[in-house]
């Protein structure tokens, strides 16, 4: 079974700057695989600049706002490579791309931890703050996926965002509907 670390990664663009978005991580053993699909800046980024500078938010708003246009959150450099992390966040790895394997839609990026450090204590999601999450990957996925999986994926998810959804995930939640929205109005 896979482990996939749902994370902010930033990569170092060509004119200094860094290209931060939400992309999922997978584990093995003591490596992390890098998998972002095709067209990504990050794909170049890391042919060009092989380091990679992972945060972990506690708040779900900042997966939310990357996936749609509110991408504005501070960084800071990080502590050993030349990259940036989430000013805000509870921890953050510090990984180099040791090997590649291209692929047409998702090249593999093995990649090795150079530091790692936890900022504050991380106490977990609750259920609507895993539901956002969950939303925010369905919303990535609005091309792949029929409308009816996604439907039935987001009235599920619903339930969570009723009963446990403080105003930063409801924030968050209607952030990601009305991408969803957008994307169908669009079609």
């Not at 706002?65 to 509870?90: I, N, Q, S």
């Not at 369905?138 to 446990?164: F, H, N, Q």
């Amino acid at each position: 079974m896979p482990f996939i670390l749902e994370t902010i990664v930033a990569t170092k663009n060509t004119d200094g700057s860094f290209h931060v978005r939400p992309y999922g991580l997978h584990r093995d053993g003591d490596d992390w695989i890098f998998l972002p699909f095709r067209p990504s800046p990050a794909i170049e980024n890391l042919a060009r600049h092989p380091f990679l500078v992972v945060s972990a938010p506690s708040d779900v708003r900042v997966i939310a706002g990357f996936l749609t246009g509110r991408g504005d959150w501070p960084t800071v450099p990080a502590d050993r490579v030349d990259g940036v992390r989430l000013a805000d966040t509870t921890g953050h790895m510090e990984l180099e791309a040791v090997s590649f394997e291209d692929h047409e839609q998702r090249p593999r990026f093995r990649c090795r931890v150079v530091h790692q450090v936890a900022h504050r204590p991380f106490l977990g999601f609750n259920r609507a703050q895993a539901a956002v999450l969950e939303a925010a990957i369905l919303s990535t996925r609005l091309g792949m996926l029929p409308a009816e999986k996604v439907d039935s994926e987001i009235t599920y998810l619903r339930i969570a965002i009723e009963k446990c959804a403080g105003p930063e995930e409801l924030e968050a939640w209607s952030w990601l509907m009305q991408r969803i929205e957008d994307y169908r109005n669009a079609q």
